[in-house]
């Protein structure tokens, strides 16, 4: 079945979110969460510019980082597939990145968000 893309403009922006969420990341443990993140956004070839113009969603802080042993926190996920990358380490390809991508909001239960993080990443390009 064929879905439709999701329409980006009922989606906030990063932008959008870091003023709404002023003071909460501390008293609240809520973070803003880029829906493709930033490292890998860059290996794509998103300039960093438009980082905080991509669909962002609220998470909070177990949810988007808990990286303790077991973790199911977004980016404990996310780094049992794809480590950051140090000074050394070659971009992860797009045929590397959109399937492992996606397969991880799969596991976190979100695959609302990754259809829209594809089409924001097709919006710009990257197919």
Request: no cysteine; proline share 9%.
């Amino acid at each position: 079945m064929q879905l439709t893309p999701p329409d980006l403009t009922k989606v906030p922006k990063v932008s959008e979110l870091k003023p709404k969420l002023a003071g909460r990341v501390f008293s609240a443990d809520l973070h803003d969460h880029h829906t493709v993140p930033k490292y890998l956004a860059e290996d794509l070839g998103i300039p960093e510019s438009a980082f905080d113009d991509m669909p962002g969603i609220v998470l909070h802080r177990v949810e988007h980082l808990d990286l303790g042993e077991g973790s199911n926190g977004f980016h404990a996920l996310l780094n049992d597939r794809l480590p950051p990358r140090n000074l050394h380490s070659p971009p992860y390809t797009r045929e590397i990145i959109l399937p492992n991508l996606e397969q991880v909001y799969r596991e976190f239960g979100r695959e609302d968000v990754w259809l829209v993080a594809r089409e924001w990443l097709r919006q710009r390009g990257v197919e």
